[in-house]
């Protein structure tokens, strides 16, 4: 499924000899493979989700969204002999049916006979029906990176994200964190060790795979707290 937002021309209900144009939300279904197959340059919904046939107590579909952070740079062209051994390149999210053979996007000998690959990725993508169907999301994550100065003698981190997110979407009735507990605090006075003061404390007791660390030092640091 795919959530997204389109403007429609109404008349002012403050004014209606004026009109204006007002957001409203277009779902669409993405019910093939060619349809939920985009592209690396290719506009995406802004919510795109997978959506089961239960609903939650509001009356909407229980699903989990796919949200992208970072894409690849660009792609080999597609005239390049060699470019179907790296075909899953050409898409940034592809969502197809799950099969038993086609277990992965490429093969290690794919590098050996580039222009025959063993496993070409983009013949997984054939217009079949994706409705009521268990479903494998390829998702292609990257960046563009090119060296600087600033690079010497680490590369830095910072701005450079990479991965995407999977997010419960309509999933629950209400935000789960509010079953969440509260934050632990206490002073340099109270006792760490005492459950009344630590919660923390008391995870052994109430979760038996808690491992319980020994303590260690280093560079002068000692580490005493008990799990």
Known sequence: MGNDMAFETVKAPWSPKHKINRMKMVRKVLDTENKAAFRLHDDMPKHIYFAANNTNK???????????????????????????????????????????NEPSSTSPYNMLDPWSPTVAFSDFINNESIVNEDL??????????????????NTLTLGNVLGFFLRPYNFFDEDPSIYSPDSVFFTSEQDFTSCDVNQLACLQKTAACVPNFPAFTYSGFQNMTKL
């Open 58 to 100: 509001w009356g909407h579909k229980r699903g989990y969204r796919i949200q992208m952070v970072s894409f690849s740079g660009d792609h080999l062209p597609e005239t390049d002999p060699m470019e179907r051994a790296i075909s899953w390149d050409r898409y940034k999210l592809a969502v197809t049916k799950r099969k038993e």
């Open 136 to 153: 494998v999301a390829w998702i292609t994550t990257g960046f563009l990176h090119i060296p600087h100065a600033e690079d010497i003698p």
